[in-house]
C-alpha cells in the first residue's frame, strides 16, 4: 500500500503485471469503465478520446496480441479486457496536426478509466509497448488519428503461473521524483517555496 497521503483510489493504485487469464467482465462493467472515461473534461468539450475494446477471442485482441512488445506478450494476454486508446488529432477547432490538446485529453480520460476501475476492485496497467502503426491499420485507425497506449484492466492472478520475470514485478520498489524537482515557483527548477514536508518517495507494491 502508498504510504502517501493522498485519496482512494489515488493511494492504493499502481501496475500489476500478473492477471487472473480466466477472469472476465461483462459488458455493462466495461461500459461503465468507458463511461468513466467519457465523462473526463476536455479542451473544447471535443472529446478527442477513442477506446478499441479488446477482449480474449475478438478482433482486436487478435489484432494486438501478435504486436505486442517482448516484455508485455506475456502479462498483457491474460488481463480481461484492453482498450487501445486513440487520440483523434485534427479536430476541427484545433490547429490542423496538432495534437497537444488532444493527447492531455487522451491521458486525462484514461486515468479516469483506470480510476474507475479500481473503485471496481480491478487494477489496470497501462503500456505503449506494441507496434502502434501495424494495431492502427489492422483495425482500421484513420489518418487522423494516434494510436498512444493501451490499458490492460483485470483482477490480480497467480504468480506462479507466470514467467518470473513478470512475478518478480509485483514486488519491485515503486518510485517516484521528489516534488521539489517537479513543483516549481519562482522560475523554471526553482523548488515552490510552499511545499510543506512531504511522504516517502518510494512505496511497495503488491498492497
Ligand atoms: C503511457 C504509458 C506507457 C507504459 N508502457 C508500459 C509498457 O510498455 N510496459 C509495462 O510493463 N509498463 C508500462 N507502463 C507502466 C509504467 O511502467 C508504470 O505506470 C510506472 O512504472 C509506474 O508504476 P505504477 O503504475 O505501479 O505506479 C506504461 C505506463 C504508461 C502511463
Do not use: C
Request: proline share 8%; glycine share 8%.
Amino acid at each position: 500500500m502508498n504510504p502517501v497521503d493522498i485519496v482512494e483510489p489515488l493511494r492504493s493504485r499502481w501496475s500489476p503485471s500478473v492477471f487472473d487469464a480466466t477472469h472476465e467482465l461483462t459488458d455493462s462493467e466495461i461500459t461503465r469503465l468507458l463511461e468513466a472515461a467519457q465523462w473526463a473534461p476536455s479542451s473544447g468539450n471535443r472529446q478527442p478520446w477513442r477506446y478499441l475494446v479488446a477482449v480474449r477471442g475478438n478482433a482486436a485482441h487478435e489484432a494486438l496480441v501478435p504486436h505486442l512488445s517482448r516484455g508485455n506478450s506475456g502479462w498483457v494476454p491474460r488481463a480481461s479486457v484492453v482498450f487501445i486508446s486513440v487520440a483523434v488529432v485534427d479536430t476541427e477547432d484545433d490547429e490542423p496536426g496538432d495534437p497537444t490538446y488532444p493527447l492531455h485529453d487522451l491521458g486525462q480520460a484514461s486515468a479516469h478509466l483506470t480510476l474507475q476501475a479500481k473503485a471496481m476492485g480491478l487494477d489496470a496497467h497501462q503500456f505503449a509497448g506494441f507496434d502502434h502503426d501495424a494495431v492502427g491499420s489492422a483495425l482500421g485507425v484513420p489518418a487522423n488519428a494516434r494510436v498512444v497506449a493501451g490499458i490492460a484492466v483485470g483482477v490480480r492472478g497467480n504468480p506462479a503461473e507466470v514467467s518470473e520475470r513478470d512475478a518478480e514485478r509485483e514486488h519491485r520498489v515503486r518510485s517516484r521524483r521528489p516534488l521539489v524537482e517537479t513543483a516549481y515557483g519562482d522560475r523554471w527548477g526553482a523548488p515552490w517555496p510552499g511545499l510543506a514536508p512531504s511522504g516517502p518517495t518510494t512505496a511497495e507494491d503488491s498492497a
